[in-house]
């Protein structure tokens, strides 16, 4: 067709190149190229049709700073506190929220669930383009979702939701999701990167002229990260990744990119028969299963955000009969895991290199922080000695190459949160206890400076008294 020309766009830097490419030359990245068709014709008409959409509603003018206003209400409750503890304290007025994550992983669930909250007081326009309305009715009535303030609109179409937004003028909209929107100003199919990024513009442009809060549902591609183009996540105020294995209820929200709060936080779910249903206590769920009097099993607080989880890190070392042994970490940096095992071969003597070595954070928690080293270096060596760490033992600390043990931040709230879960000793850097003291009812605090002193806090436990 005359005008159309066919490119290839690096999803990360939007670098356009007439042929296929392996590595962008603009970004340096690798297989990060899509085929794209694009209009050529540089008609006026059609360019200021396209950027009016982009435009904020209004006319703007500079202000001094001291002449903003705050607006009384520029929070408020999603509903869920989980929700709320990751946006860092709730929904912010004129927020745009990515929410990513596997097909079937359940954003569509988490959405209709916080539009009944949010539609007891505030109007909410869920635009759907993958569920036609009896779809949506069918799940909407398994959730026990039926509110008056909650309006559904099955459009693809830019232009017909931007008109149905402006007569129906909602204070929350939400897009599921943003790659199946399309405007016939762009002469490329729906998800491409020039569809998914002039579309999103439209509604940020919307979000911030009228103080719409937005939630656009991303797809995500083979490799794990969001459809289309990468500028996307930096033109949304938060991401939010929704985590977790199918197979599995429990999911796990974590937020990768927070204007209005931390990156730190996670809020825990279960998915049941009537919907999402918070996990007020995460350490408990993780902890549920953990076998007694069984090698290889160890136990750490991790802190994410202000919530300190507890979680299970499970090791395996068996023999090999390959030349090149096996490393797996599931939960855990890989190169932080050959790390350890290295420093425990050259620093104990310990022989890793000839056993095989699997390593699992129990519930598909990741442990990204290095106060998580003293528990994986406890696991490992339970394992390879076949000696159990004991049931009520906890350790925190971060090792390093010299065979230390060095300190870690809020180690007071890691230890309290072990004797509240029935935790006996807590296996803490030296350091910490030095700089300053405390006691906390309950547990034993148990100091060590280096990873020689990680024996002889192991025992020796019969068959007969393993428990599952």
Same mark, same amino acid.
């Given at each position: 067709?005359?005008?159309?020309?066919?490119?290839?766009?690096?999803?990360?830097?939007?670098?356009?190149?007439?042929?296929?490419?392996?590595?962008?030359?603009?970004?340096?990245?690798?297989?990060?190229?899509?085929?794209?068709?694009?209009?050529?014709?540089?008609?006026?008409?059609?360019?200021?049709?396209?950027?009016?959409?982009?435009?904020?509603?209004?006319?703007?003018?500079?202000?001094?700073?001291?002449?903003?206003?705050?607006?009384?209400?520029?929070?408020?409750?999603?509903?869920?506190?989980?929700?709320?503890?990751?946006?860092?304290?709730?929904?912010?007025?004129?927020?745009?929220?990515?929410?990513?994550?596997?097909?079937?992983?359940?954003?569509?669930?988490?959405?209709?669930?916080?539009?009944? !909250?949010?539609?007891?007081?505030?109007?909410?326009?869920?635009?759907?383009?993958?569920?036609?309305?009896?779809?949506?009715?069918?799940?909407?009535?398994?959730?026990?979702?039926?509110?008056?303030?909650?309006?559904?609109?099955?459009?693809?179409?830019?232009?017909?939701?931007?008109?149905?937004?402006?007569?129906?003028?909602?204070?929350?909209?939400?897009?599921?999701?943003?790659?199946?929107?399309?405007?016939?100003?762009?002469?490329?199919?729906?998800?491409?990167?020039?569809?998914?990024?002039?579309?999103?513009?439209?509604?940020?442009?919307?979000?911030?002229?009228?103080?719409?809060?937005?939630?656009?549902?991303?797809?995500?591609?083979?490799?794990?990260?969001?459809?289309?183009?990468?500028?996307?996540?930096?033109?949304?105020?938060?991401?939010?990744?929704?985590?977790?294995?199918?197979?599995?209820?429990?999911?796990?929200?974590?937020?990768?990119?927070?204007?209005?709060?931390?990156?730190?936080?996670?809020?825990?779910?279960?998915?049941?028969?009537?919907?999402?249903?918070?996990?007020?206590?995460?350490?408990?769920?993780?902890?549920?299963?953990?076998?007694?009097?069984?090698?290889?099993?160890?136990?750490?607080?991790?802190?994410?955000?202000?919530?300190?989880?507890?979680?299970?890190?499970?090791?395996?070392?068996?023999?090999?009969?390959?030349?090149?042994?096996?490393?797996?970490?599931?939960?855990?940096?890989?190169?932080?895991?050959?790390?350890?095992?290295?420093?425990?071969?050259?620093?104990?003597?310990?022989?890793?290199?000839?056993?095989?070595?699997?390593?699992?954070?129990?519930?598909?928690?990741?442990?990204?922080?290095?106060?998580?080293?003293?528990?994986?270096?406890?696991?490992?060596?339970?394992?390879?000695?076949?000696?159990?760490?004991?049931?009520?033992?906890?350790?925190?600390?971060?090792?390093?190459?010299?065979?230390?043990?060095?300190?870690?931040?809020?180690?007071?709230?890691?230890?309290?949160?072990?004797?509240?879960?029935?935790?006996?000793?807590?296996?803490?850097?030296?350091?910490?206890?030095?700089?300053?003291?405390?006691?906390?009812?309950?547990?034993?605090?148990? !100091?060590?400076?280096?990873?020689?002193?990680?024996?002889?806090?192991?025992?020796?436990?019969?068959?007969?008294?393993?428990?599952?």
């Amino acid at each position: 067709m005359k005008g159309l020309k066919t490119v290839y766009i690096c999803e990360e830097c939007s670098y356009r190149s007439p042929k296929w490419m392996g590595k962008c030359p603009s970004c340096g990245a690798w297989n990060t190229f899509i085929e794209d068709v694009i209009d050529t014709s540089g008609s006026e008409a059609t360019a200021a049709k396209r950027n009016s959409a982009l435009s904020m509603t209004g006319e703007h003018h500079a202000m001094r700073f001291d002449q903003l206003d705050l607006p009384s209400h520029i929070r408020y409750n999603t509903g869920l506190d989980e929700l709320d503890r990751v946006l860092g304290g709730g929904l912010v007025l004129g927020e745009v929220v990515l929410l990513s994550g596997e097909p079937g992983i359940g954003k569509s669930t988490l959405l209709l669930q916080i539009s009944q !909250a949010l539609g007891q007081n505030r109007k909410v326009l869920y635009v759907s383009g993958e569920e036609s309305g009896g779809q949506l009715k069918l799940r909407a009535d398994r959730l026990g979702v039926n509110c008056d303030n909650l309006y559904v609109l099955t459009e693809t179409n830019i232009d017909s939701i931007l008109r149905e937004t402006e007569k129906l003028s909602p204070e929350i909209l939400i897009v599921d999701s943003i790659q199946t929107v399309w405007s016939e100003k762009i002469n490329s199919a729906p998800g491409s990167i020039a569809q998914v990024r002039e579309n999103a513009m439209a509604f940020i442009g919307k979000a911030k002229g009228e103080g719409v809060s937005v939630f656009l549902v991303g797809h995500v591609n083979k490799e794990g990260s969001i459809a289309g183009p990468k500028i996307l996540e930096h033109m949304v105020d938060a991401v939010l990744c929704f985590e977790g294995e199918k197979q599995q209820s429990y999911r796990i929200i974590r937020a990768t990119k927070n204007r209005y709060g931390s990156t730190n936080e996670i809020g825990v779910f279960e998915m049941t028969d009537k919907g999402l249903e918070e996990v007020a206590n995460p350490s408990e769920m993780l902890l549920s299963g953990r076998p007694k009097g069984v090698s290889g099993s160890a136990a750490v607080c991790t802190m994410q955000g202000s919530r300190p989880l507890i979680a299970e890190v499970q090791a395996l070392v068996s023999q090999t009969y390959f030349p090149s042994p096996r490393r797996v970490a599931n939960g855990i940096d890989y190169n932080r895991l050959c790390l350890i095992i290295d420093v425990l071969e050259k620093r104990m003597g310990l022989k890793f290199y000839q056993n095989d070595v699997y390593t699992n954070v129990v519930g598909g928690l990741r442990l990204d922080e290095t106060a998580a080293d003293l528990s994986v270096a406890l696991a490992l060596i339970s394992s390879l000695l076949d000696r159990v760490v004991p049931e009520g033992m906890i350790a925190v600390g971060e090792i390093g190459l010299s065979g230390e043990v060095r300190a870690v931040s809020h180690v007071e709230n890691r230890v309290k949160e072990a004797a509240r879960l029935g935790f006996t000793t807590a296996v803490i850097p030296y350091r910490n206890v030095e700089k300053r003291p405390f006691e906390c009812p309950g547990i034993k605090v148990h !100091a060590i400076r280096s990873i020689f002193e990680l024996p002889s806090l192991l025992v020796t436990v019969s068959e007969d008294e393993q428990q599952f």
